[in-house]
T-cell receptor, first 113, second 111 residues
Framework: DAGVTQSPTHLIKTRGQQVTLRCSPI?????VSWYQQVLGQGPQFIFQ???????GRGNFPDRFSARQFPNYSSELNVNALLLGDSALYLC????????????FGPGTRLTVL | EDQVTQSPEALRLQEGESSSLNCSYT??????LFWYRQDPGKGPEFLFT???AGEEKEKERLKATLTKKESFLHITAPKPEDSATYLC????????????FGKGTLLTVNP
């Protein structure tokens, strides 16, 4: 079975631009979470979605937004990119709301110049 | 505020030299303590979930244990392919189920 998939793999943007990252969860999984991982740090929680509703939000500015679609896939949008947004963006899926184990995708490497 | 601290930041071992990685946590309403392995440029790979003090889980050369304040990842007779960053995370439950991660321990096993 396919695991969590993310696209694109790599992305280069310039300051002020907008970016959309995509995630498909493991088949049958209904909850998706997004994390940001800066080089040398652990992943930091951005959003969690379940059944198309936002269930949690981390300490990120309003430039970050996300949504979940009826097929449980998800998009993360970042507006007005800053140099500090350069990071590995990780998507994780879990089977149900409250299911403990989150399985991560390979990530999208975003570089902001 | 939830906090997870891992030590050491980096560990270099010879092949076959056993050791332990430490994860101390202060996570309110801890629902579970998780260990992941992460290779460079890749997403974290799930290893273990621990729920209660005294619990132990094993997988090949790895064994994870949990106390009320810490978790340990014991590596027995490591091989070069065990080289990776090992991440510890706590799940706070409550209104969401976010994972709070430590910074990780970079393990290098030399042949």
């Amino acid at each position: 079975d396919a695991g969590v998939t993310q696209s694109p793999t790599h992305l280069i943007k310039t300051r002020g631009q907008q970016v959309t990252l995509r995630c498909s969860p493991i088949s049958g999984h209904k909850s998706v979470s997004w994390y940001q991982q800066v080089l040398g740090q652990g992943p930091q929680f951005i959003f969690q979605y379940y059944e198309k509703e936002e269930r949690g939000r981390g300490n990120f500015p309003d430039r970050f937004s996300a949504r979940q679609f009826p097929n449980y896939s998800s998009e993360l949008n970042v507006n007005a990119l800053l140099l500090g947004d350069s990071a590995l963006y990780l998507c994780a899926s879990s089977s149900e709301w409250g299911a403990d184990t989150q399985y991560f995708g390979p990530g999208t490497r975003l570089t902001v110049l | 505020e939830d906090q997870v601290t891992q030590s050491p930041e980096a560990l270099r071992l010879q092949e076959g030299e056993s050791s332990s990685l430490n994860c101390s946590y202060t996570v309110s309403g801890l629902r579970g303590l998780f260990w992941y392995r992460q290779d460079p440029g890749k997403g974290p790979e799930f290893l273990f979930t621990l729920y209660s003090a005294g619990e132990e889980k094993e997988k090949e050369r790895l064994k994870a244990t949990l106390t009320k304040k810490e978790s340990f990842l014991h590596i027995t007779a490591p091989k070069p392919e065990d080289s990776a960053t090992y991440l510890c995370a706590g799940n706070s439950g409550g209104s969401n189920y976010k994972l709070t991660f430590g910074k990780g321990t970079l393990l290098t096993v030399n042949p």
